[in-house]
């Protein structure tokens, strides 16, 4: 697969060739901040998220002059929107069930519309320019679309989650680059262990920045779990891993609490082509999750001609 690593200039319009009836994506964060087609949207004052969002969707439609679809994740809400966007500015939400449903094809379409690597080079312009809170949330964003798109196991989704947690971290917000960093190696262990031992020691990097003993004890047994099963497996080559493992041993030892191997969770011990059932061990059990979509939600139905102020109706 092949992407251009520069964002199109001409108003961040699809690539061309893209499907006729292209899916744009919006994503609220839980403070509001908006991100639609992986650009972080300016609300100035007090202006809805969903408002922004139907104005952006919408001006694609009057630029397309063809309806468009949007996929949109309200973390504000814990729910995801499915709305249909016509010329002519009105618009609706549809069911789940009455959206065409994802597939290979779909997906690689829209991808080629709004290339994933080319999102991830503008959160890398943007953490360059220590602008972190932008770069998280569209790092949020992006990992949340291609999770739902592609499953929260596919190495897109993984890479996004990735960046995720380094930026969490960066921004000195240890618990969830702790959360999503062993998220990442948890899904890898169980995947690929070949390739699990860095990202366990990314995970490993930001526990040790943890101070909460409940928090330390917990997420640090699970820890050891991963490093005593690259050992074991004959995978750990680093000596900085190597390190790494004896250090998680001795800060649980040292806190006072029996370094003992934890009750195995689903998701390390299922073998290599096996999954668990999703009710027993989901894939990213910290993800939360989102609400099924509702017809009619009225935040996100307009009638025809109707747009914000100061947008062309």
Same mark, same amino acid.
């Given at each position: ?21 292209? @899916? ?91 290339? !994933? ?16 809170? &932008? ?14 798109? @592609? ?46 031992? !860095? ?39 680093? =000596? &900085?891993?190597?390190?790494? &493992? ?11 609490? !029996? ?18 059932? =999703?009710? &027993? ?7 939360? =999750? ?15 001609? @109707? ?7």
């Amino acid at each position: 697969m092949t992407h251009s690593l520069t964002p199109r200039d001409e108003g961040n319009l699809p690539a061309l060739g893209a499907q006729p009836l292209i @899916r744009l994506d919006a994503y609220v964060a839980e403070d509001g901040s908006t991100v639609v087609n992986g650009h972080l949207l300016e609300m100035g004052g007090m202006r809805p998220p969903n408002e922004a969002i139907l104005d952006a969707v919408a001006m694609f439609a009057r630029t397309l002059g063809a309806p468009v679809a949007a996929t949109v994740i309200d973390r504000t809400v814990q729910q995801v929107a499915r709305l249909r966007v016509h010329p002519d500015g009105s618009s609706r939400t549809i069911a789940d069930e009455d959206d065409l449903p994802p597939g290979r094809e779909r997906t690689a379409a829209e991808e080629a519309g709004f290339p !994933p690597l080319a999102r991830v080079e503008r959160i890398i312009q943007h953490a360059q320019r220590e602008e972190l809170h &932008a770069a998280f949330v569209l790092a949020s964003a992006l990992r949340e679309h291609l999770t739902l798109r @592609r499953g929260a196991e596919d190495e897109l989704s993984l890479e996004a989650r990735a960046i995720e947690a380094y930026l969490a971290y960066k921004r000195g917000d240890h618990m969830l680059s702790t959360v999503l960093a062993l998220t990442v190696a948890r899904i890898r262990c169980r995947t690929d262990l070949n390739r699990a031992a !860095p990202d366990v020691a990314r995970a490993t990097a930001a526990w040790q920045r943890l101070w909460d003993e409940g928090q330390v004890a917990t997420r640090g047994q699970e820890l050891l779990h991963m490093w005593e099963r690259l050992s074991s497996a004959g995978l750990l080559h680093e =000596p &900085a891993h190597q390190a790494m &493992a004896q250090a998680v041993r001795s800060r649980l030892a040292q806190g006072g609490r !029996p370094v003992t191997r934890p009750s195995a969770p689903a998701a390390l011990t299922a073998g290599p082509g096996t999954a668990p059932s =999703p009710e &027993a061990a989901p894939a990213a059990p910290e993800d939360k =999750p989102l609400k099924p979509t509702r017809r009619g939600l009225r935040r996100f139905t307009r009638r025809a001609g @109707r747009s914000a102020p100061g947008q062309p109706a």
